[in-house]
């Protein structure tokens, strides 16, 4: 029957045929650790943390997923956790939880043993999660509709975990291990990457085993980048809203279950295609970054769908309202899962342990990461439970650990706020180039900043350049080629009226809105991304290309993305894209700051001098004198020389490449031109190597400039120019 809340209207059923429940069946009381379903020779061992149910069951259902074949009522209770062990059980079985317990949402519980859920430990799913209306524990259309109970079973309909066989041949696999500022970050779709790619097999196309195949792997080896950073591929949920929209969560930030691989991107279905891919990666020397979702769930607000969570343990997995019906919302999506809890926390962190562990990633980004550091009174610490618990960790403080340093809540911006051990997303960085390069007064010595590592940043943490991720473009926001074509968002296939998205992009179309046919604007267009790119290279910190940038990828204006699973966001890989000279450019910048220590040595260039009168960077005008105090506050000036000495590189590190580097920057809208600094140390001349006017010049030319001599500048261009190497 329906349950309803006192002094609630009667909700109306929706008719269904009558279901039997499955058979019951008896089993052994098991153990309580480890939390899920864990293969055994002889069957599978169920554990389920659920602090006020009253009984939990498995539910285990054919090979189809659709018919219900028996039900086991875990029998031990060890503290909050339910076991038991179920002989006969092998490999590929599906099932699902049923939660017995109160449905009093004013209350904060919302167990429904009408609904089949997840398994929060899950380690794979039988099929993708498309937002329906069976996913929802109340009856929909209601008024107070989250206080009822709707008694529909949903079994047939709902996803299936999976039992898993946690066997794999890793054939001694090891990641690369490349130290952190020595990384370059290639930040990409699964599915977007290669649904269109030339030379991978359909079957393949926009999955785990078509970024692992050659075409794409030959794409990231001439790129010359070290990791892939991949949005979100822990299972996810398209909301209802998209589906009715003929829409998808295309990236995937709203995750359902966070052990298992996203089935979508799987070419047979098998989970373990998931470490073929990172296998095959690290063969190929490239590191795998995961882009993680802790701080929210899929399931929405109190009137969001019911999947797991909210029907095992409601007011353990997530942060309520004092009137424990609504949540906590420091993400923007509905709900926040509340780190400060155990449960959450173990699972946190028993989730990140098996991706490192068992799928042998290398690091991880995390969405949102203020929201996991909250503390139990909802206030940003960086000593409380999250923070803590991953400083300890023997597994997880020996991967990459990489922040996006604010949520939505109060205090919630915290670039810079992190502790030792983790690099954040430079949100700042990504301000100050943009601003430079479209010409903002004032902002050379922000520019001169991000160059340097941003030391303003993360220097009183007591960390080194490397915690700064620098990034120019990222997924969330326009691609490079639409920052440099578009003035405003045009969001508008988003199904919102353009309401969504960010207003304030720091862009600049370069003349005209969108497309054009004009010559001067594409070239112009050409040279800025350029600008950005060369910028992004040459700063100290760990750089972060944006997939698709180096080939000019465009999202026609769209800053928001997030729902287009369609050409959208797919890669463009026709002739024209493939043969853009951007490629080829991009693909120097990365070889050059290989080439050259000094521009990724973990050092903050300061212009301090040493003993010996020696800079590590000394900042000139154009005409190759050092900069003034007055010239860096004039908010006219936007020319500047600076020169990065590599005797700073220890030689340890340098290598055969112990050359000083000279950067030539002009945001003005008139050529310029400079006279190269005579800098004590630099006697012999300069060659140059990047002419963003121009592009890369593999073979320097040589002779090349005296120092004195004189460089002009087109506008809005910079160069870089290299001495020989040093003793």
Not at 10 to 19: I, S
Not at 92 to 121: A, F, S
Not at 218 to 238: E, I, K, M, S, Y
Not at 300 to 323: C, M, Q, V
Request: proline share 8%.
């Amino acid at each position: 029957m329906t349950v309803r809340a006192a002094g609630q209207p009667r909700a109306r059923r929706t008719a269904l045929v009558p279901r039997q429940p499955a058979p019951a069946t008896a089993c052994a009381p098991g153990k309580p650790w480890p939390l899920g379903a864990t293969l055994r020779p002889d069957g599978v061992n169920f554990a389920v943390f659920a602090s006020a149910a009253a009984k939990v069951e498995v539910c285990l259902f054919d090979a189809t997923g659709s018919r219900e074949e028996r039900r086991v009522a875990l029998p031990g209770r060890t503290d909050d956790i339910w076991h038991g062990f179920v002989p006969g059980l092998a490999a590929g079985t599906r099932y699902g939880l049923r939660v017995h317990g109160p449905y009093e949402p004013g209350n904060g519980w919302r167990c429904n043993p009408h609904k089949l859920l997840l398994d929060p430990y899950a380690r794979a799913l039988d099929r993708p999660l498309r937002g329906a209306s069976w996913q929802y524990a109340y009856p929909l259309g209601q008024e107070q509709r989250d206080l009822l109970m709707d008694t529909t079973d949903n079994a047939a309909q709902a996803a299936k975990c999976l039992v898993v066989d946690p066997r794999f041949d890793w054939e001694g696999d090891r990641g690369p291990d490349i130290p952190m500022e020595h990384s370059v970050i290639y930040e990409v779709h699964v599915r977007g990457f290669t649904r269109r790619m030339p030379g991978v097999p359909e079957p393949l196309r926009g999955t785990f085993l078509g970024l692992a195949s050659e075409p794409a792997l030959a794409h990231l080896r001439n790129l010359g980048v070290t990791a892939v950073q991949l949005l979100p591929v822990q299972a996810f949920n398209d909301e209802r809203r998209l589906v009715d929209l003929g829409l998808a969560n295309y990236w995937g930030y709203n995750t359902a279950a966070f052990f298992a691989p996203e089935p979508r991107y799987l070419a047979a279905g098998d989970p373990n295609e998931f470490r073929q891919m990172v296998k095959t990666l690290h063969a190929h020397g490239l590191e795998v970054i995961l882009d993680v979702v802790y701080n929210h769930s899929c399931e929405g607000n109190h009137l969001g769908p019911t999947l797991s969570f909210k029907g095992i343990d409601n007011p353990a997995y997530y942060r309520l309202t004092e009137d424990q019906r609504h949540y906590l919302d420091f993400t923007g999506t509905g709900n926040t899962l509340d780190t400060s809890h155990p449960a959450m926390l173990r699972l946190v962190m028993d989730s990140l342990r098996h991706w490192v562990e068992e799928m042998h990633v290398d690091g991880f980004r995390f969405d949102l990461a203020p929201a996991l550091a909250r503390n139990g009174h909802g206030g940003f610490d960086p000593r409380g439970p999250f923070l803590s618990a991953m400083a300890q960790d023997p597994v997880l403080r020996r991967v990459k650990l990489i922040a996006e340093p604010w949520d939505l809540g109060d205090h919630g911006y915290q670039v810079g706020g992190f502790p030792a051990g983790w690099s954040e997303w430079n949100g700042p960085y990504r301000d100050r180039v943009r601003d430079y390069w479209r010409g903002v007064e004032g902002s050379l010595g922000d520019l001169a900043a991000a160059l340097c590592g941003s030391a303003d940043l993360y220097g009183p943490s007591r960390r080194s350049p490397r915690a700064s991720v620098n990034l120019v473009t990222v997924h969330d926001g326009f691609t490079l080629q639409d920052l440099v074509s578009y003035n405003d968002k045009h969001n508008e296939a988003n199904g919102e009226g353009n309401r969504d998205g960010e207003s304030h992009n720091r862009s600049w179309n370069c003349g005209v809105e969108g497309p054009t046919d004009d010559p001067a604007i594409l070239a112009f267009r050409e040279r800025q991304k350029r600008n950005f790119l060369t910028t992004l290279f040459c700063s100290r910190g760990v750089p972060l290309l944006l997939g698709g940038d180096e080939m000019g990828r465009t999202q026609g204006g769209n800053n928001n993305a997030y729902c287009q699973d369609n050409a959208t966001s797919w890669f463009d890989w026709s002739p024209a894209r493939r043969g853009d000279p951007l490629l080829p450019f991009t693909q120097s910048l990365v070889r050059l700051r290989r080439e050259l220590p000094v521009l990724r040595h973990d050092a903050w260039l300061t212009g301090t001098p040493d003993a010996d009168g020696r800079r590590d960077i000394t900042w000139y005008s154009v005409w190759g004198l050092e900069m003034t105090a007055e010239e860096w506050t004039n908010p006219a000036v936007r020319c500047v020389a600076a020169v990065l000495d590599a005797r700073f590189v220890p030689a340890a590190a340098a290598g055969q490449g112990r050359r000083s580097v000279l950067l030539v920057f002009n945001a003005t809208g008139e050529d310029a031109t400079f006279t190269l600094p005579v800098a004590a140390g630099h006697p012999g001349e300069w060659l140059l190597r990047i002419a963003t006017d121009q592009g890369s010049i593999e073979e320097p030319r040589s002779p090349g400039y005296a120092p004195g001599a004189r460089l002009r500048l087109p506008p809005h261009s910079m160069a870089l120019l290299t001495q020989q190497p040093q003793e």
